[in-house]
């Protein structure tokens, strides 16, 4: 057998390949944002570089140009308000109609259950662009929702959905389902069926077996199916582009601004770094949580 | 054997969710795939059969060059990420613990915990510069960085390939006087393949969809598939798009469907 030295030293020779390429094409350009949230805006894009804190200043204050009175930043913090408020939402609903469907692959009889969940894994890797364009068709004036609500004369005048929150939030639970039903899944067909048996045989009621045996034994799967639905929720930048037109803008969408029109790399740096606080924030409390529950 | 009378895995009204679930999460699928074969020039409006739209989009020079773009891209970052995946799942199973693994799993993870746009954001700053320093503007950039978030994607099902494998028979080849490499070559290598094929799939449909990074991380004129299909979705829609959808769509579950017998197939 290898000694433990050369285990650790082969180890991190063949790793060492993915590590420079991830540190060079993901992790490391993430210091660069850091250092650049720091400095001051260039006249056209770019940075000029005099260190400065203004850029997390403003990310939740502004300063009156006139008498230099200190408010709230408003719109950014609308802003924010709205992709926390969207993304739990989001995450809410998901998990209302994820469990049900988990659920129901779960109990599907084996030969069967693998053609379920390939159903659910086909709209999971299917490009984000094209559901999310997809749901966009459904719910336009003139797509298929309002045409057949307008049909069965249920409605006089089509309804305005796409470019409003809900039209974002509806795509947002559209396009992160699969990301709530997996997880939630996983942990259902661990799920032993006698401690039901055992619950009924003791006389209690469905919704009692449900809430009291069930739920909290696939808890991990409800966090875990949360945290994946929430985090790219928080993120969101193709689906509230598509689906919320311009003035419904989420953090992802803001960020994008600062980068473009609104030529001011430092903010946008800045409040990149907060989106990333906040979801590692989220993973920490995942981590906590799922390590917390198991044995040891 | 379950009883007929009183099923204990039924819940009230969860099966009547599921079946809607499934409906509403096909719906608008289906209708992208109908309506790219609509003869009319409206997205509503149903005109009849025809191939009209995949022989514009065919046609289209934009639409050829993005294809091609996309594959170069999408194979190049298979290959890259799904070799050194491969070499860094070697190098972190089927062993001790030893020290800094962690680390290791942490940074092969980390393109799935940030939030694409922050990461879109660093590698944009980070080629400007590169890009001013150097003059040089190829697709280098985008087979960077797709290669870099492919690698969390190529890996774990190789990992998991391995860490099913048994070690007996690499211990049976060594006894015979194979050397390590023939080892690896003859033992290893076919046995862990299958994990390796699916890895790469993942891996190219993974870069094929991408917008996000490529959008933010292009020089101007190089525009993938996705990227040119969010430009177009900016203006008037055409069924051109839903051709293009259906397309990516139909690709996308034939890697799906390879991908399933790959790792359905266990000895």
Redesign the interface.
């Known amino acids: 057998m ?1 000694g ?1 030295a050369s ?2 030293r ?6 060492l ?3 420079v ?10 210091l ?2 850091v250092v ?1 949230s720091f400095l001051e805006p260039g006249e056209y894009s ?1 940075v000029v570089w005099n260190f400065t804190t203004e850029p997390w200043f403003r990310v939740f204050l502004e300063r009156d140009i006139f008498d230099g009175t200190v408010s709230l930043a408003d719109a950014h913090l609308t802003i924010f308000w709205r992709s926390v408020k969207l993304s739990l939402l989001t995450t809410l609903i998901t998990f209302a ?2 469990f ?2 988990a ?3 779960a ?1 599907r009889p084996p030969s069967s259950r ?1 053609i379920w969940l ?6 999971f ?7 999310t ?6 719910i ?1 004036n ?3 929702l309002n ?1 057949a609500l307008l049909k069965f004369g249920l409605i006089e005048t089509p309804i305005q959905i796409l470019y409003t929150d809900t039209a974002v939030l509806i795509g947002m639970v ?1 396009v992160y ?2 990301l709530m ?1 997996l997880p939630l899944f996983a942990a259902i067909d661990r799920f032993d ?1 006698k401690l ?2 055992a619950g ?1 045989d003791l006389y209690a009621s ?1 919704w009692k077996v ?1 809430r009291r045996i069930v739920l909290p034994i696939v808890r991990p799967g409800i966090v875990a199916g949360s945290i994946l639905v929430f ?2 929720s ?2 969101a ?2 689906t509230p ?2 689906l919320g037109g311009g003035k419904n803008m989420m ?2 969408n803001f ?2 601004l600062q ?1 473009g029109q609104g030529r001011n ?1 430092p903010l ?2 800045a409040l ?2 907060l ?2 606080l906040i ?2 924030a989220a ?1 920490l409390a995942y981590v906590r949580v799922t390590s917390s529950e198991r044995p040891q | 054997m379950r009883g007929r009378r009183f099923d204990i895995t039924a819940l009230p009204g969860f099966s009547a969710i599921a079946i809607g679930v499934f409906v509403v999460l096909y719906a608008p699928i289906v209708t992208i795939v109908v309506y790219s074969f609509n003869a009319s020039n409206s997205v509503a409006v149903w005109g009849g059969f025809s191939f009209r739209w995949y022989e514009i989009a065919w046609e289209n020079t934009q639409v050829q060059d993005a294809t091609i773009r996309s594959l170069v891209v999408a194979v190049s970052a298979a290959l890259i990420s799904t070799t050194l995946a491969t070499m860094a799942a070697l190098g972190t199973t089927r062993r001790g613990r030893f020290k800094g693994q962690t680390f290791i799993y942490v940074m092969i993870n980390q393109p799935l915990m940030v939030p694409e746009i922050v990461t879109a954001v660093a590698l944009l700053i980070f080629f400007a510069t590169i890009k001013v320093a150097t003059g040089y503007q190829g697709l280098g950039y985008l087979i960077l960085a797709h290669s870099a978030f492919c690698i969390p994607f190529a890996y774990l099902p190789i990992r998991a390939r391995l860490e099913g494998m048994d070690l007996t028979l690499e211990i049976a080849a060594a006894d015979l006087y194979a050397t390590p490499w023939q080892t690896f070559r003859r033992v290893t290598l076919p046995l862990m393949a299958p994990g390796v094929a699916a890895g790469a799939m993942l891996a190219f449909v993974i870069s094929l969809d991408d917008v996000i990074i490529t959008e933010f991380v292009k020089s101007a004129g190089q525009d993938t598939l996705p990227t040119y299909m969010l430009g177009q979705l900016r203006r008037a829609v055409t069924p051109e798009v839903n051709a293009i959808s259906t397309a990516l769509l139909v690709l996308t579950v034939m890697l799906l469907t390879a991908f399933f017998l790959l790792t359905r197939r266990r000895d």
């Open positions: 290898t433990a285990s650790t082969s180890g991190w020779l063949l790793s390949p993915a590590l390429l991830l540190a060079l094409g993901a992790a490391g350009p993430l660069i944002v650049y770019g109609v994820g049900p469907t659920w129901f692959i109990t693998a390939f159903l659910i894994t086909i709209p890797w299917t490009n984000l662009l094209i559901r364009f997809a749901i966009s068709e459904i336009r003139q797509g298929l045409t559209y389902l699969p039903v069926f039901v048996e009924y469905r449900l985090v790219p928080l993120g930048y193709v582009r598509i953090v992802g960020i994008e980068f790399w946008g740096a990149s770094m989106l990333l979801v590692l993973l």
